[in-house]
């Protein structure tokens, strides 16, 4: 199956889980999971949540932030990944001077 994200429509999500400002994203959903490219504006965040139910990947495609993930600081940049194990809690901050565009998979377990 090919999943080409230049032809989805983009969707602004305000706040994503309490976090500041608006999370831009482009989301592939069927019941196996999600497949998202999302962009993180300067400042914006996704706000801290807890991955009860599957695990999530976040490949950093470009810009710099930081995760927060289970009370531990972790660098986002170009080419890391950043993952959060099901059971785990995590937040994803824009520290950057520009936008930070993450591909994320959330598998359904």
């Given amino acids: 199956m090919l999943i080409n994200f230049k032809e989805m429509k983009e969707v602004a999500i305000p706040h994503l ?7 831009s994203a482009k989301m592939f959903m069927d019941e196996k999971g999600k497949i998202m490219l ?5 400042g914006a965040s996704i706000g801290m949540h807890t991955h009860t ?8 495609i470009s810009g710099e ?3 927060v993930c289970d009370g531990k600081d972790e660098v986002l940049k170009a080419g890391a990944c950043q ?3 099901k059971g785990s809690s995590h937040s994803i ?3 950057g001077q ?4 993450l ?7």
Avoid: H, W
């Fill in 65 to 67: 932030g930081k995760a």
């Fill in 103 to 109: 591909f994320t998979v959330v598998p359904e377990q």
């Fill in 93 to 95: 901050i824009n520290t």
């Fill in 98 to 101: 520009e936008d930070l565009v």
């Fill in 83 to 85: 993952y959060c194990p």
């Fill in 38 to 42: 999302s962009r993180l504006p300067v």
């Fill in 53 to 60: 139910a599957s695990s999530e990947m976040n490949y950093v």
């Fill in 17 to 23: 889980n309490g976090g500041e400002g608006e999370v």
